[in-house]
């Protein structure tokens, strides 16, 4: 951003207070509410979401600064009838920070599927896009989240969205086209996830990899689970 451009530094203090001030309405609605499902709680944590918001932005933009905070999507409060089935629709990112970690991984789980003997290729022989396939084939999609580390892959931002549906899907009904963006008022809740979010922690990552070199040796890994 540039210079002209930067918030100023009363802008930024606005909008601290401004967050202050949503904290104390959130507080008391909560404190005042009637019930699970509070309208007054919703639009309370809606105004204080999207002044922390505001503020983060505000604070990264004139001393490159973030907060701590992670902020939920904001969406309007889901007002429609009680849904008879819903959809859950994940998003997540990935870097692939270390592409030998990646492939020798997927190498030992052909080795296993294949009882290949040692007679395989290397792990170099295989492409990264293969590797991909064979991992993300072999893996559950939250298995591969909770250990992406171990295929040498790196967390981007990621969201999940709960939606409601009229009434529960027939076998292969949306696989065609499964990734239409919902309609917002079916939306009941949705959780985002950012690096933009909080500090960079790069430092604590590094410690927990294993070094290249030491990915050819199948004593340095621990053994992959393939049964299923």
Known sequence: MSDAAQPTAAEVRAAAEAVK????????AVE?????????????FNELAAAA?????????????VTPFEIPG????YAGPVPEA????????????????????AQRVEAVEEDRNG??????????????????GEFEADEIASRHKEFGLEEGDSTLWVTALDAP???????????EQPDEDRVICRFDASTSFEEDD????DDELVPESELDDDEDLEPLNTDR
């Open 21 to 28: 001030t949503a904290l104390d309405r959130h507080l008391a």
């Open 32 to 44: 005042r509410r009637t019930g699970e499902d509070d309208p007054a709680v919703y639009e309370a």
């Open 53 to 65: 918001e505001e503020y983060d932005e505000l604070l990264y933009d004139r001393y490159d600064e």
């Open 74 to 77: 904001t969406v309007p409060p």
């Open 86 to 105: 819903i959809s859950v629709l994940i998003r997540r990112d990935y870097t692939v920070a270390e592409p030998q970690r990646l492939l020798a991984q």
């Open 119 to 136: 007679a395989g290729g290397s792990a170099d022989s295989l492409g990264t896009a293969h590797a991909l396939d064979i991992v993300f």
């Open 169 to 179: 899907t027939e076998p292969g009904e949306w696989l065609e086209a499964p990734f």
């Open 202 to 205: 790069g430092d604590d990552l």
